[in-house]
């Protein structure tokens, strides 16, 4: 099964906006299906941080903000807080409907 | 409480066998597709398996097929994964998650599986 591409890592100041993006191929984010997002603090679980390209779930602050464009999305972080120094992950299906992760991208704030 | 709780994860030696299970609640579960998730020490989420509501379709990632089975009693609201043939690199912690609309909207704590002789 094929992986989405992120970048390693990003970081900014407090304040700053920051961005992830997540590549896929024409037989995941390329085709129908939706780009969504996780975030996972250090030592939990994954939360689900931004679900079918752009929506964020109720509770999750609109610092947060994500897109979808081609086969390529990306997460958004504005004004950059020291809690939100975690992993982030983004999640596709692939055509033959196994589900598939982003590498992920560790964000350090500075 | 709306939860996912993991359980039976543990020490097994290459070649055995473990049974992992999933206990929901505060939520219906027979009307939801089920994954399970894993991650390696230090390393990134994979899919592994879901199952549909009735057991009908279950999915399996190129890695466990043949190995892991995916099931689900939907009258005592638990899935599981009995996992086979246990190589070093299935090492992880292993979590159970609610498939919303193609996304993992609830996640259990996880359960840690290592595979060592």
């Known amino acids: 099964q094929s992986v989405l591409t992120q970048p390693p890592s990003v970081s900014g100041a407090p304040g700053q906006r920051v961005t992830i993006s997540c590549t896929g191929v024409?037989?995941?984010?390329?085709?129908?299906?939706?780009v969504h997002w996780y975030q996972q603090l250090p030592g939990t679980a994954p939360k689900l941080l931004i679900y079918?390209?752009?929506i964020r779930p109720s509770g999750v602050p609109d610092r947060f903000s994500a897109s979808k464009s081609g086969a390529s999305a990306s997460l958004a972080i504005s004004g950059l807080q020291a809690e939100d120094e975690a992993d982030y992950y983004c999640?596709?299906?692939?055509?033959?409907?196994?589900?598939?992760f982003g590498t992920g991208t560790k964000v350090t704030v500075l | 409480e709306v939860q996912l709780v993991e359980s039976g994860g543990g020490l097994v030696q290459p070649g055995g066998s473990l049974r992992l299970s999933c206990a929901a609640s505060?939520?219906?579960?027979?009307?939801?597709?089920m994954t399970w998730i894993r991650q390696a020490p230090g390393k990134g989420l994979e899919w592994v398996a879901n199952?549909?509501?009735?057991?009908?379709?279950?999915d399996y990632v190129d890695s466990v097929k043949g190995r892991f089975t995916i099931s689900r009693d939907n009258a005592k609201n638990l899935v599981y994964l009995q996992m086979n043939s246990l190589r070093d690199e299935d090492t992880a912690v292993y979590y159970c998650?609610?498939?919303?609309?193609?996304?993992?909207?609830?996640w259990g704590q996880g359960t840690r599986v290592t595979v060592s002789s």
């Open positions: 999640q596709s299906y692939d055509s033959n409907f196994s589900g598939v």
């Open positions: 024409s037989s995941n984010i390329g085709s129908l299906y939706d």
């Open positions: 199952i549909n509501p009735d057991e009908i379709k279950r």
């Open positions: 079918s390209n752009n």
């Open positions: 505060g939520f219906t579960f027979s009307i939801y597709w």
């Open positions: 998650a609610r498939a919303g609309h193609y996304n993992f909207d609830l």
